[in-house]
């Protein structure tokens, strides 16, 4: 499973980018995640089903300090990324 997701809010400056690594290479899942320049965080979650729905659940709250207002959700076909990387 593959899902694009792009998290609007105050969701930069609050350690998202680093905390959202930290679950997705706990949980074994593969992608990245950026900050873009309209404020947004956009992250690519690749890998298990159940792993990857977790993930995109905990995007909708995000760290403590962050206030999340929307998250957009895509599914993407699967590219079979390795690795997670920060952006």
């Known amino acids: 499973m593959r ?47 159940d792993a990857v729905e977790s993930l995109v659940a905990w995007m909708h709250d995000g760290p403590r300090g962050a206030d999340v207002e929307r998250v957009e959700v895509e599914d993407d076909a699967a590219e079979d990324l390795t690795g997670f990387e920060v952006r």
Do not use: M
Not at 4 to 32: L, P
């Open 3 to 49: 899902k694009h997701v792009v998290v609007h809010g105050r969701v930069q400056g609050v350690f998202f980018r680093d905390s959202t690594r930290q679950r997705a290479q706990a949980a074994g899942v593969a992608g990245w995640v950026a900050n873009r320049a309209d404020g947004t965080v956009e992250a690519v979650f690749e890998g298990d089903d």
